[in-house]
Every structure is written in structure tokens, then in C-alpha cells.
């Protein structure tokens, strides 16, 4: 609905790939409906994934034994993380609605966007403790994981080969959306594209565009065991 | 026992750290056995996390749309990939058994490290479809994750707030290590660090390099649903 703000953290070096058209695909769709959309393309920004002291602006709080985890959270208190971080979380802040789009590399985000959950998503940010999961400080924020894969749907049921898609969704919906407070919109996933006819990837595309219609009239998931486990 | 290669690939940013000391335990504890010893000290090494057109030296395949899955496997084939993917994958071929050292970040493994496994472990170097899990190109090695976490034992308790710490290990174990035929052993965490006295720390160290005295006579896990999932 007009107003509404998203983030697009998109993660695929190649616009023309199915994820390119996955992200250009949204970004249509929601602006038409009004909102304001703003899109992380992470390899275009060369966006760092290594969590290093040169995260931190100035002076370490201890700089006889560097703790990461420290170091960030006493930065961003005094506003001295580095500008590459600021800025992401200026976009998170505002957001209502983080969209992740990637292809799922060893059952995970690649490590580009795996560096920006471990770079942005600081202490005193996006949680303090015991300020986690529903009391996370980016409640009333929700989340989606758009993500193409190289095995097929058969692969990824439950007694496939590599288990039920949702066993390696945990990590990352529950152990980082949820630990933030974010709530968290049914994944969408696109099966094995490299596999399918030109005319069965334009499908895809067409149901995420009829997907993103009804988006915000969706009830997030119950971010339990239960919904991935059973 | 004398002869068997050892590669640790270890993610910290500060040698004075558990992970540190974790990592020289196993260094000391392996070499005196008798083993070879090869680090991987990512930070140190400025690991480049990336996946990009980079890791492929010359031409690509298909320049038109790049496909990074592809072309590393094309490069691999030809002897194409970057220098510092092609000295990787020979600590990879020799080793007998990897370790992964890291802090547990979000859910996984830092991204400097998932970096590595997504540069590394290319096609045709350890999977090559149908060669995957039991028939992985990597089977006849073992692995086994040493990490360190910030939340505690009762947090990752099945029924914890958290969840079971096994239902994270399974994107990492089997997903990434049993895909490539890699052979898992049970991980090695401890618990939460931080939040102990120096004391206990010790006693970790201590267990570890225990642990590592008889490591080479346990059986692998079953790495099943069942063992993650139960």
C-alpha cells in the first residue's frame, strides 16, 4: 500500500539471471502499489563480508584483544561504525518489509549476504540483550527469503535426498529475522530454474509479480520448531 | 598417527581469543601425533569471501550471462580458477580430516568462511552431479566443526529458546561436508565463552586437546534427519 518502505537486499551477479528478474520484478510490482522500495545490489556496491576492526571508525574499546561483537556494539553506541554499515542500517531502520534475494548456495545465502546479516545486524541495532527474538528491536518489521535453487523441489521434500527445504530455512529465518523481532512471510522459492524451459521460468516470474499483489494482506509464519520441523 | 594431514581452516580475528587457542591446541595436540599440519588463517589471509567473475582467469564460457557455478566448473576443468581457489582446494585433496574453527555468527559460520566454502568446493572438484553425499568427490576425508558460541546451553536445548544447536549444524554438516562425500564426525562447541570464568576457559582447552588424543578412532555421525531432527 502507498507509504509502505522495502528493502531489496539482493545477492546475483548477473542482472540478466532469473534472481536479477526476480529483483527487477518486485521493485516494479511494490512501487506500482505505492510503496517505496530501495535495493542493496551487493556485488555491484563490492559490499565487504568480512567482520574486521576496520568496522569500527576511531579508537577500540579494548584494543589489547579484539572482540568483534564488543567492538561493534561500543561503535554504534557512539556512532562509530563505519559509513558502508550506517548506511545499511539507515535502509533497515526505515524499512517495513526486508526482501532477501539470492540463489542458495550450500543451503544457505552466499557469503556476501551472509557478511551483511554478520556486519549490519549489531548489538544495540537489531538486538541487546535480553531485547531478542519477539522482543527483538526490529519488531514490527517483516522479513521474506526469495531464493532460487540448484536441486530440485523432489530433492528438497521431506525423505529427499537433502531433506525438506525448510530444515535449512531455520538458521537464517529463525536464528537471524527472528532474533531481531522480525516476523517472517513464507519463503518463496523458485526450484531449480537452470533446469526449466524458457517458458516455465516466465511462470516464475509471473507468480511472484501475482504473489506480491496480496503480500501485505499475509499473515507471517509461527517461527517455531514446529513449522520446520513438525 | 603419524602420516594422516590435518587442514584447519580457522575464522577469527584475534589470535588471543578462544578460536585462537582452540586452533593451537589442535595445531600442538595434531603435530605431536605425528600429523601434518596445514592452517588456513582467513583473516590473516584477507580471504576473499566474493563470488565472482574474478575467480575465473581468461575467458569465460559464456560471457553473455555469467553464471558462477558454471564457470568455475568450466575453469576448474581447464585449470582456469584464481590462484588462491586452486592452492585451497590442494590443502583440500591432501588433507585426511578438515576442521573448521570459528564463533558460531547467526546461526553459521562467519561469512569469511562461508566464503571459502563457496569458492572451494566448486563442481568437478568435490561434487560433480550424481557424485554427491555417499559418492561426493571428497569421501575418504572426515570433518569436524570446532566452534565457539555467544548464547548458552540451555538457549540451544531441544525446547530451548533457540532450538536444538543440532538443527543449525545441519545446513553446515550435511548440506555443505556430507554433499561433497565428506565423512562428518560430532562437532565440538563450547558453550558460550564469554559469559565464564577464565578457569572454565582452560578446562575447554583442556577438553579439546583431550578429545583430539583418541579423535582419530571415533566413528563418524550418521548425518540423517534422524541425527539433527531426531
Known sequence: PPG????????HQEPKSLN??????????LSKQGC???VSDLYAMQFEPR???????GCLHNSEEFNYGVETWEAYKRGGLSSDLIEEQKKVQEADLLIFQFPLYWFSMPAIMKGWMDRVLV??????????YDSGLLKNKLALFSFTTGGS????????????????????????????????LAPHICFAPEYV????????????????????????INCSPEWYFK
Not at 51 to 57: C, F, G, P, Q, S
Not at 197 to 220: G, N, V
Open 51 to 57: 567482520a574486521t576492526r576496520n568496522d569500527i571508525v
Open 197 to 220: 524451459s524458457e517458458e516455465k521460468r516466465k511462470e516464475m516470474l509471473i507468480a511472484w509479480a501475482q504473489r506480491l499483489k496480496t503480500l501485505w494482506k499475509e499473515e507471517p
Open 36 to 38: 517505496s522500495v530501495t
Open 153 to 184: 523441489r523432489e530433492m528438497y521434500a521431506k525423505g529427499g535426498i537433502s531433506g525438506d527445504i525448510r530444515y535449512l530455512l531455520w538458521p537464517m529465518q529463525h536464528g537471524i529475522m527472528h532474533f531481531c523481532g522480525v516476523r517472517v
Open 20 to 29: 536479477g528478474s526476480l529483483k527487477r520484478v518486485a521493485v516494479e510490482e
Open 123 to 132: 548489538q544495540g541495532f537489531a538486538h541487546e540483550f535480553p531485547n531478542c
Open 4 to 11: 509502505r518502505k522495502v528493502l531489496i537486499v539482493y545477492a
